[in-house]
């Protein structure tokens, strides 16, 4: 049995079960104290009122979580999926597109056909699974929705967000290559144009270029692989980054474009990433094509 496998996804029972999800938390967020965890009661209470709490269990250690509630827009019921995460030795071992599958499991059984989401459009490891793998969509671009959060994985900057629309009816998505393209520079050649590119700084950081609007049934974006590094390294820069972006997602979406699929590219060991944003038709394409510094 391989490690992955050995995993365990299951609902959490009883009150050791919803300790641990308090502590793994603040392991996963690098939360410094209470202040941005989920508490117990309120992980019980959303539990026993048609909410989702359950845990990936490595034998009998938890090691990682994923926390959901019934929400309601529009008159329509839906499932509000507010939490996921892994503890940073099981990330990229696939036990979060687990996690989402039962969780699309448990939501469909319930009758309700829409799952959401947000996440850091910047993070590039959420990106892939929750728009290539996953196959969500994005068209809804949430300023700095949070407020200041102060754990290691967002201190100093705006908490951006999009949100994601899953469906928990259609089949779960293949985890296949989405496209034929070994480079980026392949993309503008099959009429994708590429209205944000990164350049690379002397230290290597991926700095954002001026972008775009343009004519076109589908564009590419750009955007980093290692905002954490990024950030880490240059709060300035990560915040050009942030600022940039969504001037950028703000104005396409406006237009009635979506995200619907996430790219990665290695080349000559560096690797990239790329959104691909498509137009639904409902409101015509835009054409006027306009340059934004990033700079401004």
């Known amino acids: 049995m391989s490690k992955v496998s050995a995993i365990v996804i299951r609902d959490l029972a009883g009150m050791d079960e919803i300790h641990q999800a308090e502590q793994l938390q603040r392991a996963i967020w690098n939360m410094p104290g209470d202040l941005d965890i989920v508490p117990s009661h309120l992980l019980i209470t959303a539990q026993k009122n048609g909410g989702l709490l ?3 269990f490595d034998d009998q250690q938890m090691v990682g979580l994923l926390f959901g509630f019934l929400g309601l827009a529009k008159g329509q019921f839906r499932h509000c999926s507010h939490i996921m995460g892994m503890l940073p030795a099981y990330r990229g071992r696939g036990i979060g597109l687990r996690l989402k599958h039962h969780q699309r499991d448990v939501v469909r059984a319930q009758g309700l056909k829409l799952i959401t989401w947000t996440y850091d459009p910047l993070e590039a490891a959420n990106a892939t699974l929750n728009i290539h793998k996953l196959g969500a969509i994005s068209r809804t671009y949430l300023r700095n929705i949070y407020g200041e959060l102060q754990d290691g994985l967002n201190r100093g900057l705006p908490t951006d967000r999009f949100e994601v629309e899953w469906s928990s009816e259609t089949p779960p998505a293949v985890d296949q290559p989405s496209q034929a393209w070994r480079k980026i520079d392949d993309l503008p050649d099959a009429g994708i144009p590429l209205v944000l590119r990164t350049t690379l700084e002397r230290n290597a950081l991926p700095t954002p270029d001026a972008w775009h609007m343009t004519e076109a049934p589908v564009v590419a974006v750009e955007f980093p692989s290692d905002m954490q590094r990024i950030r880490a390294t240059s709060l300035d820069l990560a915040y ?8 950028l997602f703000e104005s396409y979406f406006a237009a009635g474009y ?7 590219f290695d080349e000559s060991g560096r690797h990239r990433s790329v959104y691909l944003l498509k137009h639904d038709y409902r409101g015509g394409i835009p054409t006027m094509e306009v340059e934004h510094d990033p700079t401004h």
């Open 240 to 247: 050009a980054w942030r600022m940039t972006t969504r001037e």
């Open 258 to 264: 979506h995200v619907a699929d996430v790219l990665s």
């Open 54 to 56: 359950m845990g990936a």
